[in-house]
Structure formats: C-alpha cells, structure tokens
Nanobody, 126 residues
Framework: QVQLVESGGGLVQAGGSLRLSCAAS????????MGWFRQAPGKEREFVAS????????IYADPVKGRFTISRDNAKNTVYLQMNSLKPDDTAVYSC???????????????????WGQGTQVTVSS
C-alpha cells in the first residue's frame, strides 16, 4: 500500500490560487490512477479531478472545470492540483487518493480508490 501526504492548503481570498501536492511514499505512484476529492463541513465527500496512469488523460467535476488542473510527476512520486479562480464554495478538506485499477481517463468513483491521504484544508474567503 502507498502512503499519501497532501500539502499546500491554506487560506486564500476569492479569485486567488493554490497548488496542492500529494506525495507518495512506500510505493511508486506509477501504475496508479490518482484522484482528488473534497469534503466541506456538513456535506458528503465529492469528486474533484482524476488523472490516468501516464498523466495523458484526466477528468474533472463540473464545478471545477476550467479552473482546476490535475497533473502528476511520476519521477517525483507526486500528484498536483492547481486551483485557480477560487470561490468560497471551494472551501473544503481536499484529499488525494490512488488506485491500481486502470482507468483510461481517471475515475470519479471514490469506492474504486484504495489509498487515501489525510487531507489538507483549503479555505476561500469572500
């Protein structure tokens, strides 16, 4: 199993940007579909973005399309989430997740992921 640790969260004003990182240890991220999910207070966890094994394909949730970009650097064992034009509704704990399941464009199904990080808080003020 791979251990995932997120970083890069914080407090930002609406319209600002943050870049989250998800570093893996224990095992390589190569051969894993990776994803980002978020959970706001009082709400269920929701899918944000996912990226394929090679990083050539990705999918996004509708609320973040055009604003967020997922990427990966397998040599560094790290996955990133660049978040631009942040809105107060983006406030949540963001967690990265990994699965050895092959998905050509990534996966939006939390049940398909076996590896989870602890999460990093992102707070967007209005």
């Amino acid at each position: 199993q791979v251990q995932l640790v997120e970083s890069g969260g914080g407090l930002v004003q609406a319209g600002g940007s943050l870049r989250l990182s998800c570093a893996a240890s224990g095992r390589t991220l190569s051969g894993r579909t990776m994803g980002w999910f978020r959970q706001a207070p009082g709400k269920e966890r929701e899918f944000v973005a996912s990226i394929s094994w090679t990083g050539t394909s990705s999918i996004y949730a509708d609320p973040v399309k055009g604003r967020f970009t997922i990427s990966r650097d397998n040599a560094k064992n790290t996955v990133y989430l660049q978040m631009n034009s942040l809105k107060p509704d983006d406030t949540a704990v963001y967690s990265c997740a990994g699965t050895r399941l092959y998905r050509s464009s990534g996966s939006s199904k939390a049940t398909e992921y076996s590896d989870w990080g602890q999460g990093t808080q992102v707070t967007v003020s209005s």
